[in-house]
C-alpha cells in the first residue's frame, strides 16, 4: 500500500484538522474556520532570479483564533512540476532555522533534487511568517554581541548576561508585542495548510531540514488528513523543544570531538597536532587557555577561548577541516599571521523570528538561577560547549507562550533520514521523533557526519531510499541503516564546512 493510502486509512482516527473546529475561541482552543482563500497572484520574482521561479505573497490571519482579524503577508514561490503528465502535486519546503528563509530554497536544491522529484511536484518554498518577506520581525538589535545567543558561562559575567537576556526580551516585547504570541511554529504549520488551501490543493508532500522537521511533525499532528509524503531530515525530538535540544549539542560535540582528535592522531605526519588523541586535545585545550588570557587575532576577528571551543565544535563533523584550523590557531597564538577567519552574526529580523519561536512553542525556567545551576554542572561535565547552552537566555524573561506545544504522537507515515554524527541534531534526537511517528521509517546514515542528508551526497543509498518514497510513496518495511558513501572533504578555508541550516544561532 501506498504512504497515500496508509495516510488516508490512518488520519481519520487520530485527529481531525483544525479547520474542524468551527468556531472562534480564545488562546490553547481549537481555531476557528479560516476564511476563504484567495489562489496566488504569482508573478516574476524579480532580480537574477531564474524566470522559473514564481513569486506570490499571501495573507494569512495574524491570529489563526480570529481570522478575520489582522493579516500578514506570507511570501511564497513555486518551480511547476517539469513533466505536468507526471505531476502529483506540491512538495512543500522548509530549510530550518527557525528563522531561516526558506523562499528559493527549492531553487537551492533543484540542481542536486533528481528528475524523477522534479517531475512529480511543484516545488514550494516560502518564507515562515516573521521571516525575511513574510511581515519580517525586529527587535531593534545592532550590533553581534547584542545577537549573539550562546554565550558562555562565568560567574563574574553572569549577571551581564541575565541583564542582556532581560534587555533582549524586554525590547522585542516594546517593539512586537501585539505580534510575538502570534509568531509559533503551530501557526506557522496553520500557514502551510492556508498555502495549501490557496494552492488548491488535498494534500501537501513536505521536506523540512532540521528545525522544518518539529515544523513538519505538528503538521502532520494538526492536520494528519492533508498530509502526503513527508521527508523528515536530521531530526528534532519534539519532547525536547526547546532548551533540551541546545543542551544534547553539548553532549554530542564530546562525542564528536574525541572521535576527531582519534583522526587527527592518525593523520599526525600532515597535521602535527600530536600523535596521540591525548596530545591533539592537549595541543586544543592549551590554546583555549591562551585566548581566555589574551584573546587570538585571527586575520583581524578576535576570538576569546569560548570563541575558539565554538568555532571548532561547527567543524567537528568535517576532520581535515577541524584540524588545519587547530594548526591555524596555533599559528595565531604563535603571533603568527593568519587567513581571517569568516564568523556568523544573524540579522536583527533573524535573531527576533529565532527568538520568537524558541520562546513561544513552549515555556522556559524563569529563575536565573536555574540557568547558574544548570551551566556551571555542565561546564564541567561537557567542557566544550555545555555552559554555553545552559546559560541565561532571553527565552527567561519572555511572555508566557498563548498556546500549549503541541503533543507529537499518531501513526502517520513519514520519512525521517538522520546521520549518526550529526552535531546538530543528535541521532538521539531523530529516535525521539521515530518514537512520536509510530507509523514512519528512520533511515540511519552509518558513519554519517555533517548536518542534513538527501541530496547533499552523503550516502547514495539514504538518497535512493528517499526518492523511492516521494516518487511511489513506498516507505521501507523497518528502520534500515545505510552506508556513507561520502568522507568529509578536505576544505581549503577556516570556516568554510557545509552547514545547510542551523537549529540555533551558535557564532
Same mark, same amino acid.
Given at each position: 500500500?501506498?504512504?497515500?493510502?496508509?495516510?488516508?486509512?490512518?488520519?481519520?482516527?487520530?485527529?481531525?484538522?483544525?479547520?474542524?473546529?468551527? =468556531?472562534?475561541?480564545?488562546?490553547?482552543?481549537?481555531?476557528?474556520?479560516?476564511?476563504?482563500?484567495?489562489?496566488?497572484?504569482?508573478?516574476?520574482?524579480? @532580480?537574477?532570479?531564474?524566470?522559473?521561479?514564481?513569486?506570490?505573497?499571501?495573507?494569512?490571519?495574524?491570529?489563526?483564533?480570529?481570522?478575520?482579524?489582522?493579516?500578514?503577508?506570507?511570501? +511564497?514561490?513555486?518551480?511547476?512540476?517539469?513533466?505536468?503528465?507526471?505531476?502529483?502535486?506540491?512538495?512543500?519546503?522548509? /530549510?530550518?532555522?527557525?528563522?531561516?528563509?526558506? $523562499?528559493?530554497?527549492?531553487?537551492?536544491?533543484?540542481?542536486?533534487?533528481?528528475?524523477?522529484?522534479?517531475?512529480?511536484?511543484?516545488?514550494?518554498?516560502?518564507?515562515?511568517?516573521?521571516?525575511?518577506?513574510?511581515?519580517? $520581525?525586529?527587535?531593534?538589535?545592532?550590533?553581534?554581541?547584542?545577537?549573539?545567543?550562546?554565550?558562555?558561562?562565568?560567574?563574574?559575567?553572569?549577571? &551581564?548576561?541575565?541583564?542582556?537576556?532581560?534587555?533582549?526580551?524586554?525590547?522585542?516585547?516594546?517593539?512586537?508585542?501585539?505580534?510575538?504570541?502570534?509568531?509559533?511554529?503551530?501557526?506557522?504549520?496553520?500557514?502551510?495548510?492556508?498555502?495549501?488551501?490557496?494552492?488548491?490543493?488535498?494534500?501537501?508532500?513536505?521536506?523540512?531540514?532540521?528545525?522544518?522537521?518539529?515544523?513538519?511533525?505538528?503538521?502532520?499532528?494538526? %492536520?494528519?488528513?492533508?498530509?502526503?509524503? %513527508?521527508?523528515? *531530515?536530521?531530526?528534532?525530538?519534539?519532547?525536547?523543544?526547546? =532548551?533540551?535540544?541546545?543542551?544534547? #549539542?553539548?553532549?554530542?560535540?564530546?562525542?564528536?570531538?574525541?572521535?576527531?582528535?582519534?583522526?587527527?592522531?592518525?593523520?599526525?605526519?600532515?597535521?602535527?597536532?600530536?600523535?596521540?588523541?591525548?596530545? +591533539?586535545?592537549?595541543?586544543?585545550?592549551?590554546?583555549?587557555?591562551?585566548?581566555?588570557?589574551?584573546?587570538?587575532?585571527? @586575520?583581524?576577528?578576535?576570538?576569546?577561548?569560548?570563541?575558539? =571551543?565554538?568555532?571548532?565544535? #561547527?567543524? $567537528?563533523?568535517?576532520?581535515?577541516?577541524?584540524?588545519?584550523?587547530?594548526?591555524?590557531?596555533?599559528?595565531?597564538?604563535?603571533?603568527?599571521?593568519?587567513?581571517?577567519?569568516?564568523?556568523?552574526?544573524?540579522?536583527?529580523?533573524?535573531?527576533?523570528? %529565532?527568538?520568537?519561536?524558541?520562546?513561544?512553542?513552549?515555556? #522556559?525556567?524563569?529563575?536565573?538561577?536555574?540557568?547558574?545551576?544548570?551551566?556551571?554542572? *555542565?561546564?564541567?561535565?561537557?567542557?566544550?560547549?555545555?555552559?554555553?547552552?545552559?546559560?541565561? %537566555?532571553?527565552?527567561?524573561? #519572555?511572555?508566557?507562550?498563548?498556546?500549549?506545544?503541541?503533543?507529537?504522537?499518531?501513526?502517520?507515515?513519514?520519512?525521517?533520514? &538522520?546521520?549518526?554524527?550529526?552535531?546538530?541534531? /543528535?541521532?538521539?534526537?531523530?529516535?525521539?521523533?521515530?518514537?512520536?511517528?509510530?507509523?514512519?521509517?528512520?533511515?540511519?546514515?552509518?558513519?554519517? &557526519?555533517?548536518?542534513? +542528508?538527501?541530496?547533499? @551526497?552523503?550516502?547514495?543509498?539514504?538518497?535512493?531510499?528517499?526518492?523511492?518514497?516521494?516518487?511511489?510513496?513506498?516507505?521501507?518495511?523497518?528502520?534500515?541503516?545505510?552506508?556513507?558513501?561520502?568522507?568529509?572533504?578536505?576544505?581549503?578555508?577556516? @570556516?568554510?564546512?557545509?552547514?545547510?541550516?542551523?537549529?540555533?544561532?551558535?557564532?
Amino acid at each position: 500500500m501506498t504512504a497515500l493510502g496508509i495516510a488516508a486509512i490512518l488520519a481519520v482516527p487520530l485527529l481531525a484538522p483544525e479547520a474542524a473546529a468551527a =468556531r472562534t475561541a480564545g488562546p490553547g482552543a481549537p481555531v476557528a474556520a479560516p476564511a476563504a482563500v484567495s489562489a496566488p497572484a504569482w508573478h516574476g520574482c524579480g @532580480g537574477d532570479i531564474p524566470a522559473t521561479v514564481e513569486c506570490a505573497t499571501l495573507k494569512v490571519p495574524l491570529d489563526h483564533h480570529r481570522p478575520d482579524g489582522k493579516k500578514i503577508d506570507v511570501a +511564497v514561490s513555486r518551480i511547476k512540476a517539469a513533466d505536468p503528465g507526471k505531476r502529483r502535486g506540491v512538495l512543500v519546503f522548509n /530549510p530550518g532555522g527557525p528563522s531561516t528563509s526558506g $523562499l528559493f530554497y527549492p531553487l537551492a536544491l533543484s540542481g542536486s533534487l533528481p528528475r524523477s522529484v522534479k517531475d512529480r511536484y511543484d516545488l514550494i518554498g516560502f518564507d515562515p511568517r516573521g521571516v525575511g518577506a513574510s511581515s519580517p $520581525l525586529a527587535c531593534g538589535t545592532t550590533n553581534a554581541d547584542e545577537r549573539k545567543t550562546y554565550r558562555p558561562y562565568t560567574e563574574a559575567t553572569f549577571a &551581564q548576561d541575565v541583564a542582556w537576556a532581560r534587555a533582549i526580551a524586554d525590547r522585542c516585547r516594546d517593539r512586537q508585542g501585539k505580534t510575538l504570541p502570534h509568531i509559533n511554529t503551530r501557526n506557522t504549520a496553520r500557514d502551510m495548510d492556508i498555502i495549501r488551501k490557496a494552492l488548491g490543493e488535498r494534500r501537501i508532500s513536505f521536506f523540512g531540514l532540521s528545525y522544518g522537521t518539529y515544523l513538519g511533525s505538528v503538521y502532520l499532528q494538526l %492536520f494528519p488528513a492533508r498530509a502526503d509524503r %513527508f521527508v523528515l *531530515d536530521s531530526a528534532v525530538d519534539p519532547q525536547r523543544i526547546w =532548551r533540551s535540544m541546545g543542551r544534547s #549539542w553539548a553532549v554530542q560535540a564530546e562525542t564528536m570531538f574525541d572521535r576527531w582528535t582519534e583522526w587527527t592522531a592518525r593523520h599526525s605526519a600532515r597535521y602535527g597536532l600530536g600523535e596521540t588523541p591525548a596530545e +591533539v586535545e592537549k595541543v586544543f585545550w592549551d590554546i583555549v587557555a591562551r585566548a581566555d588570557r589574551e584573546p587570538l587575532d585571527l @586575520g583581524g576577528t578576535v576570538f576569546s577561548g569560548a570563541d575558539v =571551543r565554538e568555532y571548532i565544535r #561547527w567543524e $567537528l563533523p568535517y576532520p581535515p577541516l577541524a584540524a588545519r584550523t587547530l594548526g591555524l590557531l596555533r599559528d595565531a597564538a604563535a603571533g603568527k599571521p593568519v587567513p581571517t577567519f569568516p564568523t556568523f552574526v544573524p540579522t536583527d529580523n533573524e535573531l527576533a523570528s %529565532f527568538l520568537a519561536v524558541m520562546c513561544g512553542d513552549v515555556r #522556559w525556567p524563569t529563575d536565573p538561577a536555574v540557568y547558574r545551576a544548570d551551566a556551571r554542572r *555542565d561546564s564541567v561535565r561537557y567542557p566544550l560547549y555545555g555552559d554555553s547552552v545552559s546559560n541565561i %537566555f532571553p527565552c527567561a524573561f #519572555w511572555d508566557r507562550p498563548v498556546e500549549a506545544a503541541t503533543t507529537i504522537d499518531n501513526k502517520l507515515p513519514a520519512l525521517i533520514v &538522520q546521520n549518526e554524527w550529526d552535531p546538530q541534531t /543528535p541521532l538521539a534526537t531523530a529516535l525521539g521523533l521515530r518514537r512520536a511517528l509510530k507509523g514512519s521509517r528512520l533511515v540511519t546514515v552509518d558513519e554519517g &557526519q555533517g548536518h542534513g +542528508v538527501y541530496s547533499l @551526497g552523503i550516502s547514495a543509498c539514504a538518497d535512493a531510499v528517499t526518492t523511492e518514497y516521494l516518487t511511489t510513496g513506498g516507505l521501507p518495511a523497518a528502520d534500515i541503516t545505510c552506508a556513507a558513501t561520502a568522507s568529509p572533504a578536505d576544505e581549503s578555508t577556516p @570556516g568554510s564546512a557545509p552547514v545547510p541550516a542551523r537549529l540555533f544561532f551558535g557564532r
